[in-house]
């Protein structure tokens, strides 16, 4: 088992930034690849970004070049640096892990909201 925590999420004014964490206890030395998806009630869930060991990264399109993933050294702690911020990045964000084996793991989601 993993268990995610995530903090980070608040309201912010369009143009503003925010810095997500999302915090991994348990069987984190199984970690391979990790991500940050985003949903609004109604609606999939999207990919923001992902990163994995080598910490190669992946990004949507609406998002490059504005967001960045990363993680802390010892892979427990992963980040979203969130520039530029804009109404439409109004959301609830969610970290997700999956381990060798191929079980995925999701936190519990913090909103975040953009005004304008």
């Known amino acids: 088992q993993v268990q995610l925590v995530e903090s980070g999420g608040g309201l912010v004014q369009s143009g503003g930034s925010l810095r997500l964490s999302c915090a991994a206890s348990?069987?984190?030395?199984?970690?391979?690849?990790m991500g940050w998806y985003r949903q609004v009630p109604g609606k999939e869930r999207e990919l923001v970004a992902t990163?994995?060991?080598?910490?190669?990264?992946n990004y949507s399109d609406s998002v490059k070049g504005r967001f960045t993933i990363s993680t802390d050294s010892t892979k427990d702690t992963m980040y979203l640096q969130m520039n530029s911020l804009k109404p439409e990045d109004t959301d609830v964000y969610y970290c997700?892990?999956?381990?060798?084996?191929?079980?995925?793991?999701w936190g519990q989601g913090t909103q975040v909201t953009v005004s304008s």
């Open positions: 997700n892990v999956v381990v060798y084996g191929g079980d995925n793991y």
């Open positions: 990163i994995n060991l080598g910490d190669a990264t």
């Open positions: 348990g069987r984190v030395y199984e970690i391979y690849f």
